[in-house]
């Protein structure tokens, strides 16, 4: 071969050129290695997580954490509005659905939407886990029926329960501990007693009545009335003939602020006490009025499980106890002289009742609620029939 001097200058070039060949390839290589390891992340963080995530936070840190479980449950529907078919990744999707299922199944006590809720979850996520600030025993119940897989430290716990399961075998104490135990941990569907706060007005039935106010003074009239002029008893003269006379109707009586406790014995029926005083009775006299209230009630609340439903609650009550109602109507009557004049005739009722009636529950927030109700009372002793008008708030515990 014959070698000129061009030679080694050649070789030079061509291993200038391999030399950044190589380069070039061991850069492509690393772009390639970098977006592949950056690709699961891009993956992950999809345009609206950020946002998703936010509404979520809030819905569940703040609103709620404070039993405002309408407001978050309406976040959380933004949320997963915001993110529709493909603006979220699964997680975040899987995350809200959860927290959607917890809503409904804790704050709002909706199980078919919860469950409803947690199928949307694991259908995002199949890898999806619970919550361990919000899992409650029902949600738990519900995710692993569905094929939701239990918390590592949850998972770790049911092999040593296994075990003392098995040692417990064939033992009546230790069958009775875990009866013991299976009903302590059960979770309640709903509240079972619950506090109230009322307002009734009293409107009192008028018969008929001549000679409402006797003609021989003393304030006594007719039966069960005491008649009163500018807030004392009536001393003066009454003439026969046209006025002391009360048309029937019915009117404005008392009035009374009651405090209520009741107790749920079963899904559609509660027991309840309520204590108050009665306020608007006649002024002083011999005879005074009784302002104290007491009473025993019985409620049936209609529908299947109504306190497992966000939906009114309607329900009949029974009642029973110690009352008084009073009522004022406004008498004529003629003087010695023929001077029209006016008194206060006042009605007394009472002190015993029964009556039956007929409201509903508002539910709202949880286990709050607002409670108005129409009752019919017949009092006793003192005999009158009263019809009573209420406005109550109660809260669930």
Known sequence: MV?????????GILRTIMLKFRA???GLNGLVLGFALLAPSAALALPKDKAATQLRTEAMQTDYAETNFKKAEQKLKKAVGQCGASGCSKQVLGEL???LATVYMAGLKQGAKGKAELKQALKANPDLELDEDFATPELRKAFKELGGHEAKGEADEAPAKAKKDDDCEGSDGCKDVAAAHEEESAPSKFAKNWLSLHFEQDLLLYSSQDQVCTSNGGGKGAENYSCFQ????????????DGNHVAGGLGRATARILVGFDHLLTSNLSLGLRLGYAFGGRPPSADKFFPFHAELRANYWFGSSPFESSGLRPFVSLSGGLAEVDGKVSVEYYDENGAKRTL?????TGK????????????????NGIIPE????????????????SIGYARGF
């Open 3 to 11: 070698r000129g001097p061009w030679c080694p200058r050649l070789a």
């Open 374 to 389: 129409l009752r019919a009372m017949q009092m006793f002793g003192a005999s009158g029939t009263v019809f009573d008008v």
């Open 97 to 99: 659905h959860r927290d």
């Open 352 to 367: 015993a009742f029964a009556g039956l009636g007929f409201g509903v529950m508002v539910p709202f927030a949880g286990d």
């Open 24 to 26: 070039l390839v061991n």
């Open 230 to 241: 500018n807030g004392a008893p009536f001393n003066d003269t009454i003439t026969s003939g």
């Open 344 to 348: 206060d005739a006042w009605r007394k």
